[in-house]
């Protein structure tokens, strides 16, 4: 692939461009796929025809990683990170769970779901916003 920044060939799994320093996906120079100049709001290449990638937008376009950890640590018995996320279904289940069985089980299943909501808000932190986007935002990965 090509530096988006400076268009030099690098490697594909670069995380960072050994030319410029710069994420090889950061800027709007270049095409990835064939290293032909582009124009910052192109989005498709003229030349090779691809998609043209940009991390700054798949990072502005994503929900907060942030957002939802800390939502997942302080509400996720009620399971407010997965309606954050857009896990309809769910962030309904825990919710469930954790008021009708909370009052069936005095409390026990509202702190199962907690600790469920608290392991999941620290796993989403743990993640770096590229991991996240593609875990959580793209693929929907609903649990854990
Ligand atoms: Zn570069
Ligand atoms: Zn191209």
């Known amino acids: 692939m090509y530096c988006r920044n400076c268009g030099n060939e690098i490697n594909e799994n670069a995380e960072i461009c050994p030319s410029c320093g710069v994420k090889p996906l950061a800027e709007k120079n270049f095409c990835q796929n064939c ?5 910052t709001n192109q ?3 003229v030349k ?6 940009n991390t700054s937008n798949i990072l ?6 942030i957002a939802a950890g800390i939502l997942g640590i302080l509400l996720g018995s009620l399971g407010i990170h997965k309606f954050y996320l857009g896990y309809t279904v769910p ?6 769970v954790s008021i009708i069985g909370g009052i069936i089980t005095l409390g026990i299943a509202a702190g199962v779901m907690g600790t469920i909501g608290l392991i999941e808000g620290i796993i989403y932190l743990t993640k770096t916003d ?6 959580y935002v793209k693929n929907k990965k609903t649990w854990f």
């Open 48 to 53: 090779c025809g691809v998609k043209l990638q």
């Open 35 to 39: 290293g032909v100049e582009t124009k």
């Open 130 to 135: 590229e991991d996240f986007y593609e875990i």
């Open 60 to 65: 502005t376009s994503s929900k907060s990683k």
């Open 91 to 96: 962030g309904i289940i825990m919710l469930l």
């Open 43 to 45: 989005e498709i290449c």
